[in-house]
């Protein structure tokens, strides 16, 4: 069984930065496909980023492009996704999110329901 575990959300204001963590346990993750989710106010969950199996290919919704960056850090099993210059309409709830899937593609507009572990969630607020 995997587990995931968001950290890192917060208050912020419009401008600043924000560093979200994943931490994952369970098993290797390899061959699993990592990706960011969010629920903003008045919209459904929406992929904003993953990460493909070995890290070898990166994938962003038009949103975020150029704002936010997803990584792992091998060692720690843990993924991040640093998010710069945010807006207060990036406000919401941050999940990630893991399935098997040994290729080395992803995109944030793949079925919600291909991912089978998901974490609990983490609040970040863009206000002043």
């Known amino acids: 069984q995997l587990t995931l575990v968001e950290s890192g959300g917060g208050l912020v204001q419009p401008g600043g930065s924000l560093r979200l963590s994943c931490a994952i346990s369970?098993?290797?993750?390899?061959?699993?496909?990592i990706a960011w989710f969010r629920r903003t106010p008045g919209k459904q969950r929406e992929g904003i980023s993953c990460?493909?199996?070995?890290?070898?290919?990166?994938n962003y919704a038009d949103s975020v492009k150029g704002r936010f960056t997803i990584s792992r850090d091998n060692a720690k099993n843990v993924w991040y996704l640093q998010m710069n210059s945010l807006k207060p309409e990036d406000t919401g709830v941050y999940y990630c999110?893991?399935?098997?899937?040994?290729?080395?593609?992803?995109?944030?507009?793949?079925?919600?329901?291909?991912?089978?572990?998901w974490g609990q969630g983490t609040e970040v607020t863009v206000s002043y």
């Open positions: 999110a893991a399935r098997w899937d040994p290729s080395v593609v992803c995109s944030t507009s793949d079925d919600q329901g291909t991912y089978t572990y």
């Open positions: 369970g098993f290797t993750v390899d061959y699993f496909t």
């Open positions: 990460i493909s199996a070995r890290a070898i290919t990166t």
